[in-house]
């Protein structure tokens, strides 16, 4: 299993990016995907969640109306765009699936939200 991320960066309060997560190594259609973050001294938190078929998605309270998790499993990628971001945003993401009763986790990417 593996994942590729990208589209994190620098960026100003309101401003808005998109993230990206190439899997592979596993039938990624088959598998609901997360994506989580880690700021500095947090524990990591889940952000986002869409089921296998794109039809379910789940949010953590503080991002439910400004991020959006979708998915293509014709490109076995899985994505969040975030829109109005925070200050308090600002962290590590990661793309993660449970596969085979493990978890496996991207390398992260980088989002900074800064006036």
């Known amino acids: 299993v593996q994942f590729v991320e990208s589209g994190g960066g620098l960026v100003q309060p309101g401003e808005s990016l998109r993230l990206s997560c190439a899997a592979s190594?596993?039938?990624?259609?088959?598998?609901?995907m997360s994506w989580y973050r880690q700021a500095p001294g947090k524990e990591r938190e889940l952000v986002a969640v869409?089921?296998?078929?794109?039809?379910?998605?789940n949010y953590a309270d503080s991002v439910k109306g400004r991020f959006f998790i979708s998915r293509d499993n014709q490109k076995n990628a899985v994505y969040l765009q975030m829109n109005s971001l925070k200050i308090e945003d600002t962290a590590v993401y990661y793309c993660?699936?449970?596969?085979?009763?493990?978890?496996?986790w991207g390398q992260g990417t980088q989002v900074t939200v800064s006036a």
């Open positions: 869409i089921d296998s078929t794109a039809r379910r998605k």
């Open positions: 190594g596993f039938l990624f259609r088959a598998y609901d």
């Open positions: 993660k699936v449970h596969h085979r009763g493990s978890d496996y």
